[in-house]
T-cell receptor
């Protein structure tokens, strides 16, 4: 498809399990963002990639969270030793231009809903 | 870092009425102000945006205004329709977008 694709759409994990969430951005988009959205709140920034370079990871809540985009296209967000407070929707967004551009329109995927029991 | 506040958190209007949502931001480096609409179970979708060198922008029933001096911007929807019912987010962008907490708009037929 032409949009941002995320998988899985739904993930239930037991506390302590590791999870991996995948994002396929729009082809050719330079920038890729991960956001965390808790119920009833706005998306919170986690991390940003320009091509394969992770330029900003200031929003990652702990060292249990890790993201990569090794070839500058598909990205994976990994959460180790999941805890209940990790339960949220994880949104991936891509943008055509790099961070320095004023063109900041984000194209979001439908998100991966993580529930940690 | 940037802080974006959005009001009101919920808004209910009659079909055909206007709806206004207001946001303030803190970082003067922010130069791009998008508005997103999020429907249940979906990701946010851009509906309109405004850049720092523009004070107002209109697209059919939707308009945005920006006051850089006061650091606030607003979304105006006229002639509301039931399909406008959704959660709306404002954002301020300085390299990355910082979002408000959203406004749940309900348009009653």
């Amino acid at each position: 498809g032409a949009g941002v694709s995320q998988s899985p759409r739904y993930k239930v994990a037991k506390r302590g399990q590791d999870v991996a969430l995948r994002c396929d951005p729009i082809s050719g988009h330079v920038s890729l963002f991960w956001y965390q959205q808790a119920l009833g709140q706005g998306p919170e920034f986690l991390t940003y990639f320009q091509n394969e370079a992770q330029l900003d990871k200031s929003g990652l809540p702990s060292d249990r969270f890790f993201a990569e985009r090794p070839e500058g296209s598909v990205s994976t967000l990994k959460i180790q030793r999941t805890q209940q407070e990790d339960s949220a929707v994880y949104l991936c967004a891509s943008s055509l231009f790099g961070q320095a551009s004023e063109t900041g329109e984000l194209f979001f995927g439908e998100g991966s809903r993580l529930t940690v029991l | 870092g940037e802080n974006v506040e959005q009001h009101p958190s919920t808004l209910s209007v009659q079909e055909g009425d206007s709806a206004v949502i207001k946001c303030t931001y803190s970082d003067s480096a922010s130069n791009y102000f998008p508005w997103y609409k999020q429907e249940l179970g979906k990701g946010p979708q851009l509906i309109i945006d405004i850049r720092s060198n523009v004070g107002e922008k209109k697209d059919q029933r939707i308009a945005v205004t920006l006051n850089k001096t006061a650091k606030h911007f607003s979304l105006h929807i006229t002639e509301t329709q039931p399909e406008d019912s959704a959660v709306y987010f404002c954002a301020a962008h300085a390299g990355k977008s910082t979002f408000g907490d959203g406004t749940t708009l309900t348009v009653k037929p």
